[in-house]
């Protein structure tokens, strides 16, 4: 199915190429890994027929099997893309580039875990101890004047203390004098 494909699209790209030319560029792309950093997905089957427009970074995929494509097909669908009447896929709008960094870093750690399993535990373990050192010694940090309560005006519920204790004993000499 893969080579009948190839097969298909070889002979459009060269029969038709006044046709196309302006238009695609044709390439093989053996893999998936040009494929899933363009469409950020991985495909479900290979060979994939995909055309891609760097311009606008919009794809585009056939939702046929590979094994049923004709050459007649390919050219229906090469048609409605250049008429525009087949909606593409991606862009490069803000939540397609959020997608992107997700993509890029959830393949990323991946990777990393696949390639490299006690290097990345190592990391793992690292981060962990540094976050935890920094948070334990930011919430239990002690100043010169002691222990930081939190409160700024310290002094001031001093002189509340002092100020109630002045009011308490003036109100009770005034009792005195009374009895």
């Given at each position: 199915?893969?080579?009948?494909?190839?097969?298909?699209?070889?002979?459009?790209a060269?029969?038709?190429?006044?046709?196309?030319?302006?238009?695609?560029?044709?390439?093989?792309?053996?893999?998936?890994?040009?494929?899933?950093?363009l469409?950020?997905?991985?495909?479900e089957?290979?060979?994939?027929?995909?055309?891609?427009?760097?311009?606008?970074?919009?794809?585009?995929?056939?939702?046929?099997?590979?094994s049923?494509?004709?050459?007649?097909?390919?050219?229906?669908?090469l048609?409605?893309?250049?008429?525009?009447?087949?909606?593409?896929?991606g862009?490069?709008?803000?939540?397609?580039?959020?997608?992107?960094?997700?993509?890029?870093?959830?393949?990323?750690?991946?990777a990393?875990?696949?390639?490299?399993?006690?290097?990345?535990?190592?990391?793992?373990?690292?981060?962990?101890?540094?976050?935890?050192?920094?948070?334990?010694?930011c919430?239990?940090?002690?100043?010169?004047?002691?222990?930081?309560?939190?409160?700024?005006?310290d002094?001031?519920s001093?002189?509340?203390?002092?100020?109630?204790?002045?009011?308490?004993?003036?109100?009770?000499?005034d009792?005195?004098?009374?009895?």
């Amino acid at each position: 199915s893969g080579k009948q494909l190839i097969d298909v699209v070889e002979d459009i790209a060269l029969a038709e190429r006044d046709r196309y030319h302006a238009s695609f560029i044709f390439a093989l792309l053996e893999g998936g890994d040009i494929y899933s950093a363009l469409t950020l997905s991985f495909p479900e089957q290979y060979p994939v027929l995909f055309v891609f427009d760097p311009v606008t970074e919009v794809f585009w995929l056939t939702d046929d099997s590979p094994s049923m494509y004709q050459v007649d097909d390919v050219n229906q669908f090469l048609e409605s893309i250049v008429s525009g009447s087949l909606r593409g896929r991606g862009g490069s709008g803000f939540t397609r580039k959020l997608h992107r960094v997700y993509f890029d870093l959830s393949n990323g750690v991946v990777a990393l875990f696949t390639e490299a399993p006690f290097f990345a535990t190592f990391l793992t373990v690292m981060l962990t101890f540094v976050v935890s050192f920094c948070t334990y010694f930011c919430c239990f940090m002690v100043t010169e004047d002691g222990p930081d309560t939190g409160w700024e005006d310290d002094d001031d519920s001093k002189d509340e203390d002092t100020e109630k204790d002045t009011v308490d004993e003036l109100t009770s000499s005034d009792k005195d004098k009374t009895e």
